[in-house]
């Protein structure tokens, strides 16, 4: 629920910064042993941003790679 609101609350300030016109992007960790669980994270997040009224043509996923790190977790960020 914690990490819910979080990325709520980031969405919330990517809209308020130039009303939502930039893109988000989703960056999901791959190759760590999480992996099943960050992918689960990013429909988490693509869902929040949708029901805040974000199209989901203006959200990208993408992967980076990881060492392995158990705890790697999703990247969100925007541009402008």
């Given amino acids: 629920a914690c990490q819910r609101a979080g990325i709520a609350d980031f969405i919330?300030?990517?809209r308020g910064t130039d009303g939502g016109n930039g893109s988000l992007s989703i960056a999901?960790?791959?190759g760590?042993?999480?992996?099943?669980?960050?992918?689960?994270?990013?429909a988490d997040a693509r869902a929040i941003?949708?029901?805040m009224?974000?199209?989901d043509s203006r959200v990208a996923v993408s992967p980076?790679?990881?060492s392995g790190d158990r705890d790697s977790?999703?990247?969100?960020s925007y541009t402008r």
């Fill in 12 to 14: 919330s300030r990517y």
């Fill in 28 to 30: 999901v960790p791959s």
């Fill in 32 to 42: 760590s042993s999480n992996e099943i669980s960050a992918l689960k994270a990013v």
């Fill in 49 to 51: 941003a949708r029901d």
């Fill in 53 to 55: 009224g974000i199209d």
């Fill in 64 to 66: 980076y790679r990881t």
């Fill in 73 to 76: 977790a999703i990247r969100i």
